[in-house]
């Protein structure tokens, strides 16, 4: 990996990680440990709502064009029409992932990808609304 590259990823997660809940870095390693294959999902601990539901309201501040940029570059089998307004883009995509276990995988695997892009990014937080 180059320094450049480095540098986007770094930023990728800075994103991530202001537009989430302030939590001690301690409680990471408890949240990397709860983490199962994506056929067997950790049940939704009480604790963890907030933090998921605070991720999807941030997830309505992204534009239609964004998620359009997402749904091509993960080849997400949605029909999209013009008139359909960023929330039922939204609730399309969260079915199709809920139903579609290679694809959430797929989205596991954006941390392999040489240059973070926006649609990187939102792959990341539907990531942490999917664990």
Known sequence: MKAHELSKAL???SKI????PDVDVEDWSLLSKSVTPMNK???LRDS???TAL???VRLNDVSKAQWLSLIQDFNIDIEIRP???TRDIVGKILNYLATNPSAR???L??????NPTESTELANALNLLLK
């Open 11 to 13: 930023l990728a997660l």
């Open 17 to 20: 990680l202001k537009s989430g």
């Open 83 to 85: 008139r359909d307004a």
């Open 109 to 114: 695997r954006t941390g392999s990808k040489k």
């Open 41 to 43: 999902p950790t049940p």
């Open 54 to 56: 605070y991720t999807l």
């Open 105 to 107: 995988e797929s989205l």
């Open 48 to 50: 963890d709502i907030p």
